[in-house]
């Protein structure tokens, strides 16, 4: 069974740095990608990184390229998501995902999500 387990939210200030872990277990490698979506109160869920099994290439969403990293470390199973300059309107649950697709088409082939942590950017 694929678990899929975040850490590392919280309150920071603006402008300030946090880092996401999520570290997986219980799956197979013929997975297309690991990557972070978020929600924020009232929006929809969007992409924000994910980071492709076959070859480690990434992917961001506008609003975050030059702000957010996404890296991983294969031997612990786990991908990380560095964000720094952190805005207001970075306040979100994000969440970990795994599944079938990349880019732009990353939330349509996510198969497992982790439970969430909650980011907020607030002074």
């Known amino acids: 069974q694929v678990q899929l387990v975040e850490s590392g939210g919280g309150l920071v200030q603006p402008g300030g740095s946090l880092r996401l872990a999520c570290e997986a277990s219980g799956f197979a490698e013929d997975y297309v990608a690991l990557g972070w979506a978020r929600q924020a109160p009232g929006k929809e869920r969007e992409a924000v990184s994910c980071?492709?099994?076959?070859?480690?290439?990434?992917y961001y969403t506008d609003s975050v390229k030059g702000r957010f990293t996404i890296s991983r470390d294969k031997a612990k199973n786990t991908i990380y998501l560095q964000m720094n300059s952190l805005k207001p309107e970075d306040t979100a649950v994000y969440y970990c995902?795994?599944?079938?697709?990349?880019?732009?088409?990353?939330?349509?082939?996510?198969?497992?999500w982790g439970k969430g942590t909650l980011v907020t950017v607030s002074s």
């Open positions: 980071i492709l099994n076959f070859d480690g290439d990434t």
């Open positions: 995902a795994m599944g079938r697709g990349f880019g732009g088409y990353f939330l349509d082939g996510v198969d497992y």
